[in-house]
C-alpha cells in the first residue's frame, strides 16, 4: 500500500513537471521566425498597373471582404468600398484572429512595410517580422504582374490610423502556433508568367485557383488541417457562415450531369447569379466582391470549369440545417 502511494505520487510529480514543461514551450515559441526570399517587387506609378490592382483588390482577389471591420460588413454587403484598416474578427476554435490594416498607416498599417515585405507575406506566407502568417490568403501563385499591380493599389491607399486589436488564440491555440503553423506558400516552382485577362479555360483556371481561391472552398478539405481531401471543384466542403451557428455546403462545380450544381446553368445564367450578389447574407462566399468581377473573367472561370473531370458528389442544400460530420 505504502509503495502505491508512493508510486502514485512520483508519477503525479512527474506528470506534472511534463506539463509544466509543455506550457514552458509552447509560451517560449510564441515568436517563432521563418525565412523566405524577398521578391523584387516594387509598386508601380502607372495608372494602368494601379487600376488593374484596385479591380483585383476589390474583385476577383477579395481582399477588401476581410480587410475592412466588422462595423463596415453591411456597407461591404451592399457593394460599397469599404476602408481596409482591418480588425475584421474571425472567431475560431483556437481563439480570435484579426485582419490587419493595409492601408498606408506607419503606425498601425502597411506604411512601415516594405514592398518586397509585402510581396514576401503574400507569396510565402513570412510576415515583415518573420511570423509565420495564418492560412487566410492563399495567393502565393500570384503572377509578378498581379503580385506588382496589387501593391501598387495598396499603396494609393491613404493612411488610416485604425488599431486592430491583437490576436487573441486561447490555449489550443498557442500550442498549435508554437508547433503546428508553418508558412504556407507557394504552391509550386512554376509561376504563372505573363497571364493576360482573355476569355480562356487557361485563364480562367488562373483566376479560379490563384486569384479568387473557388478552389479552396469548392473542395473538401480537413478542417483542422486545411489539407484538401475531396476532388477538387467537388464541392461539399462544410463551412461556418459569416454569423457563427449558420453552416453552408459548397456545390459541386464539376460539369457533372447528375450532382453538378452547374449542370442545367448556361454562361448567361452563371453571370446573372454573379452580377446579383449574395442570396445568403452570412455566406461566407465573398460575393459582393465577385460580382465587381468582368464579364469576360466570368466568362474564362465558367469555360475552365467545364474543362473540369466530372465527379459524381451530393452536396445538399447550400444553406446546411447544422454542421455535416
Ligand atoms: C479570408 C480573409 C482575408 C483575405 C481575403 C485577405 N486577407 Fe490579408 N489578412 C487576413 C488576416 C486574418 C491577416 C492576419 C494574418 C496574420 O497576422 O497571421 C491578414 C494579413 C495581411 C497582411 C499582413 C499585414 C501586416 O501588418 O503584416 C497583408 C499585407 C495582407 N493581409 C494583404 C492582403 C491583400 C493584398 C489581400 C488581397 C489580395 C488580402 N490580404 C486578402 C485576412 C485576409
Ligand atoms: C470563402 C469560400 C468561397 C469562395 C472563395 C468561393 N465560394 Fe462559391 N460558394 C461558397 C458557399 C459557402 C456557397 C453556398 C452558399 C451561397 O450560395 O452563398 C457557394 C455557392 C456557390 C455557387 C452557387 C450559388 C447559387 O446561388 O446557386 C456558385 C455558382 C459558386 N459558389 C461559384 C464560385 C466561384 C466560381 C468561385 C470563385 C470565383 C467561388 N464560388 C468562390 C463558398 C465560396
Given at each position: 500500500?505504502?509503495?502505491?502511494?508512493?508510486?502514485?505520487?512520483?508519477?503525479?510529480?512527474?506528470?506534472?513537471?511534463?506539463?509544466?514543461?509543455?506550457?514552458?514551450?509552447?509560451?517560449?515559441?510564441?515568436?517563432?521566425?521563418?525565412?523566405?526570399?524577398?521578391?523584387?517587387?516594387?509598386?508601380?506609378?502607372?495608372?494602368?498597373?494601379?487600376?488593374?490592382?484596385e479591380y483585383?483588390?476589390?474583385?476577383?482577389?477579395?481582399?477588401?471582404g476581410?480587410?475592412?471591420?466588422?462595423?463596415h460588413?453591411?456597407?461591404?454587403?451592399?457593394?460599397?468600398?469599404?476602408?481596409?484598416?482591418?480588425?475584421?474578427?474571425?472567431?475560431?476554435?483556437?481563439?480570435t484572429?484579426?485582419?490587419?490594416?493595409?492601408?498606408?498607416?506607419?503606425?498601425?498599417?502597411?506604411?512601415?512595410?516594405?514592398?518586397?515585405e509585402?510581396?514576401?507575406?503574400?507569396?510565402y506566407?513570412?510576415g515583415?517580422?518573420?511570423?509565420a502568417?495564418?492560412?487566410?490568403?492563399?495567393?502565393?501563385?500570384?503572377?509578378?504582374?498581379?503580385?506588382?499591380?496589387?501593391?501598387?493599389?495598396?499603396?494609393?491607399?491613404?493612411?488610416n490610423?485604425?488599431?486592430?486589436?491583437?490576436?487573441?488564440l486561447?490555449?489550443?491555440?498557442?500550442?498549435?502556433k508554437?508547433?503546428?503553423?508553418?508558412?504556407?506558400g507557394?504552391?509550386?516552382?512554376?509561376r504563372?508568367k505573363?497571364?493576360?485577362?482573355?476569355t480562356?479555360?487557361?485563364?480562367?483556371?488562373?483566376?479560379?485557383?490563384?486569384?479568387?481561391n473557388?478552389?479552396?472552398?469548392?473542395?473538401?478539405?480537413?478542417?483542422?488541417?486545411?489539407?484538401?481531401t475531396?476532388?477538387?471543384?467537388a464541392?461539399?466542403?462544410?463551412?461556418?457562415?459569416?454569423?457563427?451557428?449558420?453552416?453552408f455546403?459548397?456545390?459541386?462545380?464539376?460539369?457533372?450531369?447528375?450532382?453538378?450544381?452547374?449542370?442545367?446553368?448556361t454562361?448567361?445564367?452563371f453571370?446573372?447569379?454573379?452580377?446579383s450578389?449574395?442570396v445568403?447574407?452570412e455566406?461566407?462566399?465573398?460575393?459582393?466582391?465577385?460580382?465587381?468581377?468582368?464579364?469576360?473573367d466570368?466568362?474564362?472561370?465558367?469555360?475552365?470549369?467545364?474543362?473540369?473531370?466530372?465527379?459524381?458528389?451530393?452536396?445538399?442544400?447550400?444553406?446546411?440545417?447544422?454542421?455535416?460530420?
Amino acid at each position: 500500500m505504502y509503495t502505491l502511494l508512493r508510486i502514485l505520487k512520483w508519477t503525479g510529480i512527474i506528470l506534472l513537471i511534463v506539463a509544466f514543461i509543455l506550457v514552458a514551450a509552447v509560451f517560449s515559441r510564441q515568436d517563432l521566425q521563418f525565412e523566405a526570399p524577398l521578391p523584387e517587387l516594387h509598386a508601380s506609378m502607372d495608372s494602368a498597373v494601379i487600376a488593374h490592382g484596385e479591380y483585383l483588390v476589390n474583385g476577383p482577389a477579395h481582399c477588401s471582404g476581410c480587410h475592412t471591420d466588422n462595423a463596415h460588413e453591411a456597407a461591404y454587403l451592399r457593394g460599397e468600398t469599404v476602408p481596409m484598416h482591418g480588425g475584421y474578427a474571425f472567431k475560431l476554435p483556437v481563439g480570435t484572429v484579426f485582419s490587419k490594416n493595409i492601408t498606408n498607416n506607419q503606425e498601425h498599417g502597411i506604411g512601415r512595410l516594405t514592398d518586397p515585405e509585402i510581396a514576401r507575406t503574400l507569396r510565402y506566407g513570412v510576415g515583415s517580422d518573420g511570423r509565420a502568417i495564418l492560412d487566410f490568403m492563399p495567393y502565393y501563385m500570384l503572377s509578378d504582374e498581379d503580385l506588382t499591380a496589387v501593391i501598387s493599389y495598396l499603396r494609393t491607399l491613404p493612411g488610416n490610423a485604425h488599431a486592430v486589436p491583437a490576436d487573441d488564440l486561447n490555449f489550443i491555440g498557442k500550442a498549435v502556433k508554437a508547433f503546428l503553423i508553418k508558412p504556407a506558400g507557394p504552391l509550386g516552382t512554376e509561376r504563372p508568367k505573363g497571364m493576360r485577362p482573355d476569355t480562356t479555360a487557361a485563364y480562367g483556371e488562373y483566376l479560379a485557383n490563384s486569384v479568387a481561391n473557388c478552389v479552396g472552398c469548392h473542395t473538401a478539405r480537413d478542417l483542422m488541417t486545411g489539407a484538401f481531401t475531396g476532388k477538387p471543384f467537388a464541392g461539399w466542403m462544410n463551412m461556418e457562415g459569416n454569423v457563427p451557428g449558420t453552416f453552408f455546403n459548397t456545390p459541386n462545380l464539376t460539369p457533372e450531369p447528375t450532382t453538378g450544381h452547374l449542370a442545367n446553368w448556361t454562361f448567361e445564367v452563371f453571370q446573372a447569379r454573379f452580377r446579383s450578389g449574395p442570396v445568403f447574407p452570412e455566406s461566407p462566399m465573398p460575393w459582393a466582391s465577385f460580382r465587381r468581377m468582368r464579364d469576360a473573367d466570368l466568362k474564362a472561370i465558367w469555360n475552365y470549369l467545364q474543362t473540369l473531370p466530372p465527379v459524381v458528389q451530393e452536396t445538399g442544400p447550400l444553406k446546411a440545417p447544422k454542421e455535416h460530420g
